[in-house]
């Protein structure tokens, strides 16, 4: 693995994996859309990591250009009444394969990337769980046009979900939850709000080609979403955080020496949202203060570890690459990369990552969906302080109730865990030692956390 900056921040490339191989034809069930000729959903049921439960993979084909791989396994319990969790990697550029085996999927990778194991705190214990690689080109998703802001991946995604509950319709009777980390913190706000906005537009519609997605709400893990706090919050990680001073002092006062002109420029990206202005924002911010925690030496996703250190380990994209293997999940035969450059430089060449979420979450927030933001407090990218502020600063009906709690322990089997504070509606946590996959350094905590938050318990 590499550490590749260019404007947001840091985005993991790997290259390598054996060449395309010869293949038999996949026997693929084929359900075509009744509402797009051109969209269909070809798909297998492997029985991979977990062959108790059912399982769909393959391709929504939405038109001859744009392809989403999807994995979707069943709960393990009672799946006709358990929610539906589509699960988002960020990046941007990087494949939800991440998510599905080093962190809240069934699989695990073993004996460096030989063996396929089974998580054994995987969400689906509570959850239908479908993860999709997007936007096109990610993992192993194919297609062009490459999608260049969030609102074209917003499309897209909503075309993708309907096309699952046309080809699956048991799933649409039962509660939908968006969850994600990294720059999903910008894809998730704005693909939720679509769903709500396509949501409203269909109420009252006589035979609508679309029907309602039973949106109740999102779940964003160090997310990427407000860069003007987050950037301000970067000195404090590196230099005052709960894990001590991280950069020299010299360093430190460089990074909040250079915040004043980082924040006029993403104020400029806000204000006009032009593309120039939100490049040229990315690229100072990005240069002038994240680029110097490198003179730490310790790893951007965990400070508590080197910045060569690889962790969590990536063998499993040994397994991806195997040609029996993309057999089996009904993937011809690609190259897999966890994350790829295209749709990377694609999204950052446009200035995503100097934009601001915040405004579709509040709009979430004032419709209803229930918002959670949860960090694992080792990460620096997107590190706890600049999400929890994040938080303070939403503006949506119910924030004065929000703002009134404080921060409290988060207790877990009798142990204090994190901390939290939250209404009905948004919810923050902290996750004590955990780097920027919560579920990767704190499965049972993370598990807990999952189920609390779609049952609407107590935490």
């Not at 509660?175 to 769903?195: N, W």
């Not at 405004?359 to 407090?377: E, F, H, M, Q, T």
Request: charged share 20%; with cysteine.
């Amino acid at each position: 693995m590499k550490l590749k900056f260019f404007f947001v921040a840091v985005a993991c490339i790997v290259h390598g994996g054996n060449a395309a191989s010869t293949y038999e034809p996949i026997d693929y069930k084929v359900i075509q859309s009744s509402n797009h000729p051109n969209y269909s959903v070809r798909f297998v049921n492997p029985s991979l990591c977990d062959p108790n439960v059912t399982q769909y993979s393959g391709y929504l084909d939405m038109g001859p250009n744009n392809h989403y791989f999807f994995w979707f396994f069943e709960s393990k319990s009672n799946p006709d009444a358990r929610p539906l969790t589509a699960w988002l990697n960020g990046g941007p550029g990087c494949s939800s394969m991440i998510g599905l085996w080093q962190e809240n999927g069934p699989c695990r990778s073993h004996g460096d990337g030989t063996e396929i194991g089974y998580n054994a705190n995987t969400w689906t214990h509570f959850s239908n769980m479908l993860f999709i690689d997007q936007p096109n080109g990610v993992g192993y998703s194919y297609g062009d046009p490459l999608q260049f802001n969030v609102g074209q991946g917003a499309t897209q995604f909503y075309e993708a979900l309907q096309l699952f509950y046309e080809a699956f319709p048991k799933y649409r009777e039962v509660p939908f939850h968006l969850f994600g980390e990294s720059f999903a913190g910008r894809y998730i706000p704005h693909y939720a709000d679509y769903i709500v906005k396509q949501n409203q537009l269909l109420q009252g519609v006589v035979n609508p080609r679309r029907k309602e997605i039973p949106i109740d709400s999102v779940g964003i893990g160090n997310g990427w979403i407000n860069p003007l706090i987050q950037f301000k919050h970067a000195a404090g990680m590196a230099c005052d955080s709960s894990y001590g001073p991280l950069v020299s002092s010299d360093v430190c006062e460089q990074m909040k020496g250079n915040y004043p002109a980082c924040a006029k420029l993403i104020e400029r990206c806000y204000e006009t949202d032009e593309q120039y202005a939100c490049v040229a924002a990315d690229r100072y911010c990005t240069e002038n203060i994240d680029l110097l925690f490198q003179t730490s030496g310790l790893n951007y996703y965990d400070v508590r570890k080197g910045s060569r250190e690889i962790d969590p380990p990536e063998d499993y994209v040994r397994i991806l690459n195997n040609p029996e293997f993309q057999q089996a999940i009904g993937v011809e035969s690609l190259n897999f990369e966890q994350c790829a450059e295209r749709p990377y430089d694609a999204m950052s060449r446009s200035g995503e990552g100097a934009r601001d979420s915040s405004p579709a979450l509040a709009s979430l927030l004032n419709n209803g969906v229930r918002v959670l933001n949860y960090v694992g407090d080792a990460d620096y990218l997107c590190n706890w302080y600049g999400n929890y502020e994040t938080m303070e600063q939403l503006r949506f009906n119910g924030s004065s109730e929000y703002n009134k709690q404080s921060l409290k322990p988060w207790i877990y089997r009798d142990r204090e865990v994190g901390q939290m504070k939250g209404t009905d509606r948004l919810t923050f946590i902290r996750v004590y030692n955990a780097g920027h996959e919560v579920p990767y350094y704190q499965p049972q905590n993370a598990l807990a956390m999952f189920y609390t938050w779609i049952f609407k318990k107590e935490f």
